[in-house]
């Protein structure tokens, strides 16, 4: 990436554990009862959650007690829910007590393993690899993870151990267990990470890995199945672009979920389909008008939706949100991830509208992906999308704006009404532009707020939209406004709205692609 300050996350064979007479099977970690097929691993619904402050577990409490979680998500009933109750994990709690009648109780961690039925463990040693092997194996063995410190206290509270991978990498437990593992989902994660995700690559029974941007990696990513999904986050010392493009490349997409909790938890509820409450707005157009949208970046982003996106005054936990339309992104992933926390957002929004993040159905370069990777997925983001009451989608690319045959991947699918176009560096490097694939627009951003960028000041900002064309039967007619979240605010929207001529009127961004598409054709 030629400018460091646009990077988008910037500032960004056993039986064991469970007492089964088998081992126990990632499969089930599907939860076969759903009502809608799922594009992703769930957990089993939970009646009775056992609430730990993660604050008051060390860290190799912290990884036993993820590893637990994830065993116990596979079979629904009783598990237990890791709170930060500054974030958005307290909403999500209170949301499945109030709404989903699951049932909440102060927990112990010692407890909660006694009454789990789990009787093994996998021992690791803190600060290498092994964390990862332990939090792979716990899936493939029904066995916990457990950090040196703590085995004489396992072995007190009536554990055995199962496996001793304290020698052992990535590299070694992918060499011999991954045909016993899930080749649709793997999991990146540092080893310095000690509990974040690990419910979900537990109950998944997936790989859980990390190898900076190596060989190494390169061989796991190739292994996935056609548009498998890399869950985490991966090394972007040198930019993003460092691991996507070869996830592209391999036909793979990316969910920035490294920081995500509870998602074996959260996963475990079934929506089928959920209706955004969120204004929109038909109206015939004014011929001296110009339309804008504004669409915040980074929607893809798991672990920011799940943690203080909610509650932070600078996004949606603004005062000031509600008072203009506003966009915001969302993965399609979180209808089977975290269906009670897309839901949640939904009934919250008064004036906001939710687009899909970049690019699609999760983080990658449709430029890169192969043609029949690329097809798999726009169908299941199609899908996804119908679900979610979900009409358009960002892209995030390299050069790939007038490649209209990738956009008819997208736009052949009935549930998407249009594509906004962010050129990888800048986002807004096209001004405007539009290009159609499939009779459907494919719109670029006319410009940006982003601190520090020339032109991306809310004054400048302020200044191109007053001064743009007023026809709303041209492309010229219409703006999208991207803004940078990590450097922008509600507040800094709202001081661009304030300045804006009477002609120059804030719709929903679904409302601008559906006028754009109607009005504008070429």
């Given at each position: 990436?030629?400018?460091r ?10 039986t ?14 599907f ?17 009775v ?7 008051s ?12 979680q ?28 109030s ?20 009787r ?11 964390v ?18 703590l ?8 554990l ?16 011999t ?9 793997v ?40 548009d ?11 930019g993003?672009d460092?691991?996507i ?12 979920a ?31 008008a ?5 669409v ?56 906001d ?7 699609g ?14 097809d ?41 009404d ?12 096209l001004?405007?532009?539009v ?5 459907k ?15 991306a000041?809310?004054a ?22 991207v ?40």
């Amino acid at each position: 990436m030629s400018d460091r300050r646009l990077s988008r996350r910037h500032a960004l064979g056993l039986t064991a554990g469970l007492g089964l007479a088998a081992t126990v099977s990632p499969s089930l970690a599907f939860g076969a009862s759903a009502p809608a097929p799922s594009a992703y691993p769930k957990g089993r619904r939970p009646r009775v959650l056992n609430v730990l402050t993660e604050s008051s577990l060390s860290l190799p409490e912290r990884t036993l007690a993820t590893t637990l979680q994830g065993l116990l998500a596979r079979r629904g009933g009783e598990s237990l829910y890791l709170n930060l109750p500054g974030l958005g994990y307290q909403h999500w709690l209170d949301d499945l007590v109030s709404r989903y009648g699951v049932r909440a109780r102060t927990g112990d961690l010692w407890t909660t393993v006694g009454r789990s039925g789990v009787r093994g463990y996998v021992l690791f040693r803190a600060g290498t690899p092994s964390v990862n092997v332990a939090t792979t194996l716990a899936g493939v063995t029904g066995a916990v993870a457990v950090e040196e410190s703590l085995e004489a206290l396992a072995i007190r509270n009536g554990l055995r151990k199962v496996l001793d991978v304290r020698d052992k990498d990535d590299r070694w437990v992918f060499e011999t267990y991954w045909p016993r593992l899930r080749h649709d989902v793997v999991v990146e994660q540092r080893a310095d990470i000690p509990e974040r995700l690990r419910d979900y690559a537990t109950m998944a029974g997936a790989l859980a890995f990390f190898d900076g941007n190596s060989e190494f990696r390169a061989t796991v990513v190739e292994a996935l199945d056609d548009d498998g999904t890399v869950i985490g986050w991966g090394d972007a010392s040198a930019g993003e672009d460092g691991f996507i493009g070869p996830n592209s490349s391999a036909g793979v997409k990316a969910l920035p979920a490294d920081h995500a909790r509870n998602l074996s938890v959260l996963s475990g509820i079934h929506e089928d389909r959920l209706t955004q409450r969120g204004r929109t707005l038909e109206q015939a157009p004014d011929p001296a008008a110009h339309y804008v949208s504004f669409v915040i970046t980074d929607g893809d982003n798991i672990q920011w939706a799940l943690g203080d996106f909610p509650t932070d005054p600078r996004w949606f936990g603004s005062p000031r949100r509600g008072e203009v339309d506003l966009g915001w992104g969302i993965s399609p992933s979180l209808i089977d991830l975290a269906p009670s926390v897309m839901r949640w957002f939904y009934d919250q929004s008064v004036k906001d509208r939710w687009v899909v993040g970049p690019s699609g159905g999760g983080y990658m370069y449709p430029s890169r992906y192969p043609a029949g990777a690329l097809d798999k997925h726009t169908a299941s983001l199609a899908r996804a999308m119908g679900r979610a009451d979900l009409s358009v989608a960002q892209i995030i690319d390299f050069d790939a704006f007038e490649n209209t045959r990738l956009w008819s991947s997208y736009l052949k699918r009935p549930e998407i009404d249009g594509l906004i176009y962010l050129e990888y560096s800048r986002y807004d490097g096209l001004k405007g532009k539009v290009v159609w694939s499939e009779g459907k627009p494919v719109i670029a951003a006319r410009t940006m707020l982003w601190d520090g960028l020339d032109g991306a000041d809310e004054a400048s900002v302020t200044a191109e939209l007053n001064a743009a064309t007023r026809n709303p039967f041209s492309t010229a007619g219409y703006s999208i406004v991207v803004w940078h979240a990590w450097s922008k605010s509600v507040d800094n929207v709202l001081s661009v709205v304030d300045g804006l001529a009477p002609h120059v009127k804030v719709v929903p961004p679904d409302t601008l692609v559906r006028m754009v598409g109607t009005h504008a054709k070429p």
